[in-house]
Nanobody
Framework: QVHLVESGGGLVQAGGSLRLSCATS????????MGWFRQAPGKEREFVAT????????YYADSVKGRFTISRDNAKNTVYLQMNSLKPEDTAVYYC????????????????WGQGTQVTVSS
């Protein structure tokens, strides 16, 4: 289990931007694929973006492609999600997740999860 702490959520108007961060003190952070998932009220958790250990491989949900960017800084043990052109439908609790092994887009493959950070986009 990896302890993950998200930050950066908040309230923003449609069209605005936010950057989420997920930090850990895990010394082997660079050995983990990382991901962002979200869950809106009354909906199931869904994949947003994932990134490989080196950062060379990135996957995005179609709904965020071109608007969101996932990145990581292995020296700082942190993964980021830059969210631009936000829409009301992006409103959700955003969760950071970690897994050993190859990067995937399935939340079920990730064994460690943060507590989540709320993102609310007003119209």
């Amino acid at each position: 289990q990896v302890h993950l702490v998200e930050s950066g959520g908040g309230l923003v108007q449609a069209g605005g931007s936010l950057r989420l961060s997920c930090a850990t003190s895990e010394p082997t952070f660079s050995g983990y694929a990382m991901g962002w998932f979200r869950q809106a009220p009354g909906k199931e958790r869904e994949f947003v973006a994932t990134i490989s250990q080196s950062g060379a491989i990135k996957y995005y949900a179609d709904s965020v492609k071109g608007r969101f960017t996932i990145s990581r800084d292995n020296a700082k043990n942190t993964v980021y999600l830059q969210m631009n052109s936000l829409k009301p439908e992006d409103t959700a609790v955003y969760y950071c997740a970690a897994r050993r092994g190859i990067v995937t887009i399935s939340g079920g493959d990730f064994g460690s999860w943060g507590q989540g950070t709320q993102v609310t986009v007003s119209s």
